[in-house]
């Protein structure tokens, strides 16, 4: 068997950019998670995960269906690098109700392990898919020898494995041979089972799956077939995927670096024009006699809000009267390294102790965008606009 590996090994640098897609014995309908695919996909209700949590999350590209991606994030996914989508390109996912979704994507990030760079890549969306949207994301599982695997490939079709390697070998992306963590499951030609699979062209990117608790949860990435041979003779394939927890530190940063979240931020202003010295407030003159007026916002986003807003003291009209209504302001945050180029705006409530909150008139402001360092820029319909000194770190 050593002679053999050591065939193995330099045939796995020749195979490593190729793409894969599964082969698996005794094909049957029950192994498709589509009828129709990629034309005009449907699900498939004897499709052999159809009752598990989670098969929503496996994405696949527009442009290019054979390869596809699994969502861990709702705004990131787990893909080969050597078959990621380009800047711009179009996700398809399939939602819980057989209704097709698409996103574009905004960056790719590949995983180094802190020597070489690995054949896994997170794809980031432009955006987090709403959870209206009824799409899973699957956490990441953890592997063991002998497991059970249920590997996801070309055409979506599933089949079922055992884990028969992990820590196997794989090589950067100038096919240098180094110690980056896979797993891998073998098919013997002679002593296949039914259901058992391996990869061929197309299959790069897929997830293979454990099922845990009626969920799937990831476990590896499509990356690499090996032949293996006995002299001259094709004796059988093993597949290697990625293996995702090995990565999950390097993941989690990324995903903290990158994802877009609610950004707490708690602006206070004052307007001159309706600013009382004696009383350190501002007056609501519009509140109390044009509060109709109030209810949509002048800005671009037309947010709207409801008349309690402008009671006495808030909705129950028994709240604090410092916190009264005076008109609707408009929000940015802007580059720290550019502070003309604004990435997040929105509409927001002026209160009359100078609290810029939402639009409920009381809660705490939040704006969507990454982690960071922001300049705040506050402007009205009437007043001149005023910005931060200096960018102020957001971190939720």
Known sequence: MKAIEKLITLLFILFYFNSFAIQINGYNSTHDRFINYPANPSENVDYILASYNGISSVGWRATKPQFSMTLIHPQFLLAAHHASPAIGETINFMNNNGVLKSYTVAAVHRINDGINDTDLALVELSMPIPSTDNINSVSIGSVAVNQTVYPYGKFARTGIESITHINYPFTDANGILGVNTGIAFEYIINSAQPDEAYSEGGDSG??????????????????????????????????????????????????????????????????????????????????????????????????????????????????????????????????????????????????????????????????RQKRGNYYIVITHRNHLGVMTETAISFSE
């Open 206 to 367: 897929s997830p293979t799956f454990i099922i845990e608790n009626s969920s799937l949860k990831i476990v590896g990435v499509r990356s690499v077939l090996q032949t293996l041979t006995a002299g001259m003779s094709l004796i059988g394939y093993r597949t290697l995927d990625v293996c995702v927890s090995c990565y999950q530190t390097q993941i989690d940063q990324i995903i903290s670096d990158y994802e877009i979240v609610d950004l707490s931020i708690a602006p206070k202003i004052l307007l001159k024009g309706a600013y009382d010295s004696n009383s350190g407030l501002m007056r609501d003159d519009l509140r109390i006699n044009h509060a109709l007026d109030l209810i949509n916002s002048p800005y671009a986003d037309q947010l709207t809000t409801t008349l309690a807003i402008f009671n006495t003291g808030g909705t129950d009209g028994a709240g604090n009267p410092n916190d009264d209504i005076v008109d609707w302001v408009w929000v940015e945050l802007r580059e720290e390294q550019d502070n003309t180029a604004s990435v997040a705006s929105r509409s927001a409530l002026l209160q009359r102790d100078g609290d810029v909150v939402e639009i409920d008139g009381r809660s705490t402001l939040t704006m």
